[in-house]
C-alpha cells in the first residue's frame, strides 16, 4: 500500500537533488531554501525508512537504495504530469502536447524535415523540441518533461527504466576552417593537433568516451590545449576565426561540409561510430500524436538512408 505521508514535493525535490547532485542546486532550480529542500528529503527518508544520499566528496550522489528509489519517482512524476496534460488536452480539445529532446546532430540534419511533415498532419498538439547534452536530455525524459529523446544510445548506467529503438549509426569528425595550416599538411597524424587549439565534447557527454578512445589508441593521452563546449554556435565562429579544429558529431557539420565551409580532416573515425536512435520510457503507451511523431522520424531516416 501507497503511504500516504509521501506527497508531490516529496517525489519533485528528491528528483531535483538526484539530477543536480545538490541541495544548493536543486533550491536554486525549485526557487525555494536549502533548509526546505534539506527538511523535505529527511522527511522522505523517515517514512521510506532508508537513506537516500550520501556524501560525495564535497558533493552528494544516490545511495544504492536511492538509484532503486529513482526510477519509480520518476515514472510516479511522470505519470502525474501526464495526467495534467490530459485534462489539459480535454479542456482544450486539441492533440495532447509532443516534447522532444534532441542532440544538436539531430537536430541540424532531419528533425526540421520530420517537423515539418508532422505539423502538416494536422494533428492540433503542440511541439516543442529541446536541444542539449544527452544526460539533461534523459533526465528530462525520465521526469515526463519530455516524451521521447532522438540522440546516441546513453549509457548503461543512464539507460534504466528507458528503451532504446536504433535508427542508424554515426561517426564523430575534426574539422577545421578552409585555411587551417593542418588542410594542406600532407600524412596528416592525429598528433599534429597538439600544436593547435582543440574544441572538444566534455566530460560526461555521450560521445567524450569515442573520442578519448581515438586518441588514446593513436598514442596521445591528452591535448595541451582544450576548450570543452557543447556549443554550435561557439564551434562554428571558433574555427572560422582561429586556427583551431573542432571535434564533434558529424551530423552537426554536415551541411558546412557539404557547402564548403569547413574541411573534416582526413582521419579514419570509424571507431567512433554510434548508434542514434528514439528513447523513450519503458511500458510507456504512446499518445497518437507522439506514435505519428516517431514514425514521422524513422520515415525521414529511412528517406536519408546513405547520408549518414
Do not use: C
Request: glycine share 8%.
Amino acid at each position: 500500500m501507497v503511504d500516504s505521508r509521501v506527497k508531490f514535493r516529496h517525489l519533485q525535490t528528491f528528483l531535483e537533488v538526484a539530477r543536480q547532485r545538490s541541495v544548493g542546486k536543486a533550491a536554486d532550480a525549485l526557487a525555494i531554501t536549502q533548509p526546505a529542500v534539506s527538511r523535505t528529503l529527511r522527511e522522505l527518508e523517515e517514512i521510506l525508512g532508508a537513506p537516500l544520499f550520501e556524501k560525495d566528496g564535497r558533493g552528494i550522489r544516490l545511495s544504492h537504495l536511492g538509484e532503486i528509489f529513482l526510477r519509480h519517482a520518476a515514472e510516479s512524476l511522470a505519470a502525474v504530469r501526464r495526467g495534467l496534460d490530459s485534462v489539459a488536452l480535454a479542456q482544450r480539445t486539441e492533440g495532447p502536447p509532443v516534447r522532444i529532446g534532441t542532440l544538436p546532430t539531430a537536430s541540424a540534419t532531419f528533425m526540421p524535415d520530420v517537423v515539418a511533415q508532422f505539423l502538416a498532419a494536422g494533428t492540433g498538439s503542440q511541439v516543442t523540441i529541446v536541444s542539449g547534452d544527452n544526460k539533461v536530455l534523459l533526465d528530462g525524459l525520465r521526469t515526463g518533461d519530455l516524451d521521447m529523446v532522438v540522440g546516441r544510445l546513453g549509457a548503461p548506467e543512464r539507460m534504466a527504466g528507458l528503451t532504446f529503438e536504433p535508427l542508424y549509426s554515426e561517426e564523430v569528425a575534426i574539422v577545421v576552417g578552409l585555411h587551417h595550416p593542418l588542410v594542406a599538411r600532407r600524412n596528416f597524424t592525429l598528433s599534429a593537433l597538439a600544436d593547435y587549439t582543440v574544441l572538444m565534447p566534455p566530460h560526461g557527454s555521450v560521445i567524450r568516451p569515442f573520442v578519448d578512445r581515438l586518441l588514446l589508441t593513436h598514442g596521445i593521452p591528452e591535448l595541451p590545449r582544450t576548450i570543452e563546449t557543447v556549443s554550435d554556435p561557439f564551434g562554428r565562429a571558433f574555427i572560422a576565426r582561429h586556427d583551431a579544429a573542432w571535434i564533434i558529431s558529424r551530423g552537426v557539420v554536415e551541411n558546412d561540409l557539404a557547402e564548403g565551409r569547413f574541411v573534416a580532416l582526413p582521419v579514419d573515425m570509424s571507431e567512433t561510430r554510434g548508434a542514434v536512435g528514439l528513447t523513450i520510457r519503458a511500458g510507456l503507451e504512446p499518445s497518437p500524436s507522439l506514435a505519428l511523431m516517431r514514425q514521422v522520424i524513422r520515415d525521414q531516416v529511412a528517406a536519408r538512408s546513405g547520408r549518414f
